[in-house]
């Protein structure tokens, strides 16, 4: 028989095989090396330290992950560098660039020392996506497509997209009804996040809503109250951007950030600088609608005056022509006498007559100016734009909007009174569905 022959095997325990891991990683990269990735995660402890989830990205598809720590001696000072360079700290979804040190732990693994961070790249980055959406817009036509809409003639109705707590909001609306000239707006606030991962999918939401609602409304506002460059790097994203292009009503920014314009802001129809600007432009649509009216009131005023002065230059003319009858003609037979004196009489009342008639037709004129009318108590209902005369045209749930003569009032029309004495059901409201919406 033959006999068994003894296979020696060597084996490796757990603790030599990482340290044989360790050290081949020691003389594979024996200093520091840079190293471009996706922050996943990034959490600081109370000991400052911070732990960073780095990983990369081929699409949706997380194809390489790390763990990446920066101690905190370090920490403090690339956390002021990098903030001072880009306005914000470190947070997930961010591109960056850093210097590390390869290490592995026989207990703890693989991960990365941070020693330095470059935030030129996560600039550059951003700058990279921007200029690629701002093409895409372009290529597909909608760069233009929101600033082609007519700005309305009044704009009164606003639907506003901001935080609630933003202080922006406040300076908008304190300065849109706190205005001089004591203009009433109507101004819905539908909230939004208007910074970080989620925001951008919080003011398409935002945008949605209102959409359901625009015939409600003359204009949306989108505010707030700056921000630093990745702070508002969310108002560069493609989804946002060309929601608002396509949007059926005028879309106003006063994002706040004065050194460069975001995406959001080129395809607005209209980009401020501030809430208060914004604010301040609204008003100024307001003022400039008055001008015109007052501009064609006087511009009537004046056309009816010369009308005026025409006639009685015509009257006079006739009057004096009577009045230079030669002398020669007192030896014609009394009769024509008579009859001269007629004439003159009846031309002094006639002229007397028509200046009292267009004086009557002037002041007519004045007494129909539809502000005189709407400071007697009248008002003035449009249904769909157009001036409202029959009640039967007006259907349940119908928007209306009634001019007084200090400010308007817009309704929603509720049950209609029955012609055979139904009792009256009537519900009034002002912008209704909102907190359902």
């Not at 000072?77 to 947070?91: C, D, W």
């Amino acid at each position: 028989m033959m006999e068994k022959v003894a296979i020696t095997r060597h084996s490796f325990s757990l603790y030599e095989l990482n340290s044989a891991v360790k050290s081949a990683l020691s003389d594979a990269f024996p200093d520091t090396c840079w190293v471009t990735a996706e922050i996943a995660d990034a959490k600081c402890n109370q000991r400052g330290h911070c732990y960073l989830e780095l990983v990369e990205k081929d699409g949706d598809t997380t194809i390489a992950q790390i763990k990446a720590t920066i101690w905190a001696y370090e920490y403090r000072k690339l956390s002021h560098k990098f903030q001072g360079a880009t306005g914000e700290t470190l947070k997930p979804g961010m591109k960056i660039m850093l210097l590390a040190v390869v290490t592995f732990h026989e207990v703890y693994g693989f991960s990365l020392n941070v020693k330095d961070i470059d935030p030129t790249y996560t600039m550059g980055d951003m700058a990279r996506k921007k200029k690629e959406v701002i093409e895409r817009l372009i290529k597909e036509g909608l760069m233009d497509l929101n600033k082609d809409l007519p700005l309305p003639l009044v704009p009164q109705r606003i639907a506003v997209i901001s935080s609630p707590t933003a202080a922006g909001y406040g300076d908008f609306f304190n300065q849109l009804d706190c205005n001089s000239y004591g203009y009433s707006f109507i101004h819905v606030l539908f909230p939004a996040l208007m910074q970080g991962q989620e925001a951008e999918k919080s003011i398409i939401s935002a945008l949605d809503k209102i959409k359901r609602h625009r015939h409600l409304f003359d204009a949306v506002v989108i505010i707030r109250g700056g921000g630093s460059v990745i702070d508002l790097n969310c108002f560069d994203g493609y989804p946002l951007t060309s929601h608002m292009a396509r949007f059926p009503l005028p879309i106003i920014t006063g994002i706040g950030h004065e050194k460069d314009d975001s995406v959001a802001d080129m395809v607005a129809h209209t980009r401020m600088k501030t809430p208060t600007a914004v604010a301040e432009f609204l008003i100024s649509g307001v003022r400039s609608f008055e001008e015109s009216v007052v501009d064609c009131q006087n511009r009537m005023i004046i056309y009816t005056e010369r009308l005026l002065k025409d006639a009685r230059y015509r009257l006079n003319a006739v009057l004096q022509g009577l009045t230079l009858i030669p002398v020669r003609l007192a030896s014609i037979d009394s009769s024509l006498l008579v009859l001269k004196r007629d004439l003159l009489g009846g031309a002094k009342q006639f002229m007397l007559n028509e200046d009292s008639r267009l004086k009557g037709m002037e002041q007519a004129v004045r007494l129909l100016d539809p502000v005189n009318l709407l400071r007697r108590g009248y008002s003035i209902t449009r249904h769909k734009g157009r001036i409202l005369k029959d009640a039967s045209l007006v259907k349940n749930g119908d928007v209306l909007d009634t001019r007084l003569y200090e400010g308007s009032i817009t309704s929603i029309a509720g049950n209609k009174k029955e012609v055979k004495g139904r009792e009256q059901k009537q519900t009034d409201g002002l912008l209704p569905g909102f907190d359902r919406a």
